[in-house]
């Protein structure tokens, strides 16, 4: 369906879950923060970061450790509490609080009751009246109790980790789980009130074939996932230490990814899911993400594609992330200094930036070309994009008309390098980032 040009995927870039991304952030002091909570304008999102799983996974780069020593837990609980007092008492009265996403991690490293006591907290403290709740779970530690526990709060989002069916695959990355552990998860979802349930899957992974990826697809779309986000696994053992746990030796070359992501992509659209971006899918008419997408108020933040169109959000626990139009900060990652920080009552951002207007500009390009795939460009950006651009155009990959930037059908695989070139930062950075397949 794609055709595949090794020139134009060999430099990796950025996910752009915000822009500038967070490798461009810089020391930046609470001060800064503490005024953007205070002179806040318009509705805000909630996100709570619970860096801890019963079990780590060895392909993971997320902010997470083990969560075997309760105290731990009750210490970063505890401190997690005093930041939303602090945060929730800078914002001006009446601040409208839309959604609130619990992520990790796994939200159900902690005890249920925690999880409830949060909610509460976050109810008192922040005057919520009636928001969309989202979490991300664990079904290798998912319990009745959880499940009773988000039908009390009222969640009706909930996104389950599953990466593959396949047995081999799941040992090779550290993450056993069996479908009928994954099938049991899924019906206590279903009974406790939860309409929008995605699957995370992966393609590339070590010792993982096409008929691997099918079948996974395949059990995915029977169970009912309402939404299905498919992620290619970015082996970086140099930037993620726990990947040095896998095998490389069967990892897919780029070849196949790029096969098995246009596979997956096929398979999708063809069984009843709207594609939302390139590596995300829901079923229209069922799910909001897939009325988003069909109705060009698809956004992108730190969450990935969201319906979201609150202009602020508000990121608490070690290593969250708070956006506002003019300013993206992020909390101490550490949990150790983040507890310490956060339980004196003190703010706990340590790094960030400001936007500039030109910053603004750039990051509105680039999320129109992610979530929409066209994007109005100014002539002085354009020109400045044009001598890298002609690769793509040359190639039919994108079509510029007037002010008009287009990805066209084909050149979908290569969105974010496409919207990496209005990029300036790529071109002071040698970070390395994933590949855009």
Same mark, same amino acid.
């Given at each position: 369906?794609?055709?595949?040009?090794?020139?134009?995927?060999?430099?990796?870039?950025?996910?752009?879950?915000?822009?500038?991304?967070?490798?461009?952030?810089?020391?930046?002091?609470?001060?800064?923060?503490?005024?953007?909570?205070?002179?806040?304008?318009?509705?805000?999102?909630?996100?709570?970061?619970?860096?801890?799983?019963?079990?780590?996974?060895?392909?993971?780069?997320?902010?997470?450790?083990?969560?075997?020593?309760?105290?731990?837990?009750?210490?970063?609980?505890?401190?997690?509490?005093?930041?939303?007092?602090?945060?929730?008492?800078?914002?001006?009265?009446?601040?409208?609080?839309?959604?609130?996403?619990?992520?990790?991690?796994?939200?159900?490293?902690?005890?249920?009751?925690?999880?409830?006591?949060?909610?509460?907290?976050?109810?008192?403290?922040?005057?919520?009246?009636?928001?969309?709740?989202?979490?991300?779970?664990?079904?290798?530690?998912?319990?009745?109790?959880?499940?009773?526990?988000?039908?009390?709060?009222?969640?009706?989002?909930?996104?389950?980790?599953?990466?593959?069916?396949?047995?081999?695959?799941?040992?090779?990355?550290?993450?056993?789980?069996?479908?009928?552990?994954?099938?049991?998860?899924?019906?206590?979802?279903?009974?406790?009130?939860?309409?929008?349930?995605?699957?995370?899957?992966?393609?590339?992974?070590?010792?993982?074939?096409?008929?691997?990826?099918?079948?996974?697809?395949?059990?995915?779309?029977?169970?009912?996932?309402?939404?299905?986000?498919?992620?290619?696994?970015?082996?970086?053992?140099?930037?993620? +230490? =726990?990947?040095? &746990?896998?095998?490389?030796?069967? %990892?897919?070359?780029? *070849?196949? !990814?790029?096969?098995? $992501?246009?596979? /997956?992509?096929?398979?999708?659209?063809?069984?009843?899911?709207?594609?939302?971006?390139?590596?995300?899918?829901?079923?229209?008419?069922?799910?909001?993400?897939?009325?988003?997408?069909?109705?060009?108020?698809?956004?992108?933040?730190?969450?990935?594609?969201?319906?979201?169109?609150?202009?602020?959000?508000?990121?608490?626990?070690?290593?969250?992330?708070?956006?506002?139009?003019?300013?993206?900060?992020?909390?101490?990652?550490?949990?150790?200094?983040?507890?310490?920080?956060?339980?004196?009552?003190?703010?706990?951002?340590?790094?960030?930036?400001?936007?500039?207007?030109?910053?603004?500009?750039?990051?509105?390009?680039?999320?129109?070309?992610?979530?929409?795939?066209?994007?109005?460009?100014? +002539? =002085?950006?354009? &020109?400045?994009?044009?001598?890298? %651009?002609?690769?793509? *155009?040359? !190639?039919?990959?994108? $079509?510029?008309? /007037?002010?008009?930037?287009?990805?066209?059908?084909?050149?979908?695989?290569?969105?974010?390098?496409?919207?990496?070139?209005?990029?300036?930062?790529?071109?002071?950075?040698?970070?390395?980032?994933?590949?855009?397949?």
């Amino acid at each position: 369906m794609w055709t595949y040009y090794p020139d134009l995927l060999a430099t990796p870039v950025p996910r752009y879950t915000s822009f500038p991304t967070a490798a461009d952030f810089g020391e930046m002091p609470s001060d800064d923060y503490r005024r953007a909570l205070s002179n806040v304008s318009g509705a805000v999102s909630l996100y709570l970061h619970i860096p801890f799983c019963e079990k780590i996974c060895y392909y993971c780069g997320c902010n997470t450790g083990a969560a075997g020593r309760r105290y731990r837990l009750e210490s970063y609980l505890d401190a997690l509490h005093r930041e939303i007092e602090s945060v929730a008492a800078l914002l001006p009265a009446g601040t409208e609080i839309s959604r609130v996403s619990l992520g990790g991690g796994s939200p159900n490293a902690i005890a249920p009751t925690d999880f409830v006591r949060l909610v509460d907290a976050l109810t008192i403290q922040f005057g919520l009246t009636d928001p969309v709740y989202s979490i991300e779970l664990d079904p290798r530690t998912m319990t009745r109790d959880w499940a009773e526990a988000l039908r009390l709060v009222g969640v009706d989002r909930a996104s389950l980790g599953v990466q593959t069916f396949a047995r081999h695959c799941q040992e090779r990355i550290g993450r056993v789980q069996s479908e009928d552990m994954i099938l049991q998860t899924t019906d206590w979802l279903r009974e406790a009130g939860v309409t929008s349930l995605n699957y995370d899957l992966m393609y590339g992974l070590p010792g993982q074939t096409r008929d691997d990826l099918h079948d996974s697809l395949s059990r995915t779309r029977v169970l009912g996932a309402d939404r299905i986000a498919l992620f290619g696994y970015a082996h970086v053992p140099h930037i993620v +230490p =726990r990947q040095r &746990a896998i095998d490389a030796t069967g %990892l897919p070359d780029q *070849v196949e !990814r790029f096969a098995m $992501a246009a596979e /997956g992509y096929a398979y999708l659209v063809t069984h009843g899911y709207t594609p939302v971006g390139f590596d995300h899918f829901a079923i229209p008419g069922k799910d909001a993400l897939a009325s988003a997408a069909l109705s060009g108020q698809l956004k992108r933040n730190f969450q990935g594609f969201t319906d979201d169109q609150a202009p602020n959000l508000i990121g608490l626990g070690a290593s969250a992330i708070s956006a506002f139009p003019h300013l993206i900060v992020q909390n101490e990652k550490n949990s150790g200094r983040y507890r310490m920080r956060a339980s004196a009552g003190n703010l706990a951002t340590e790094r960030g930036l400001f936007r500039s207007v030109d910053d603004r500009l750039r990051g509105e390009i680039i999320e129109a070309l992610l979530c929409r795939g066209e994007a109005k460009v100014e +002539p =002085r950006l354009l &020109a400045e994009a044009q001598p890298h %651009l002609e690769r793509f *155009v040359d !190639r039919g990959l994108a $079509a510029v008309c /007037g002010s008009s930037l287009q990805i066209c059908p084909d050149g979908l695989p290569y969105a974010r390098t496409i919207a990496s070139l209005f990029d300036p930062y790529r071109r002071q950075s040698s970070r390395r980032f994933s590949s855009a397949v």
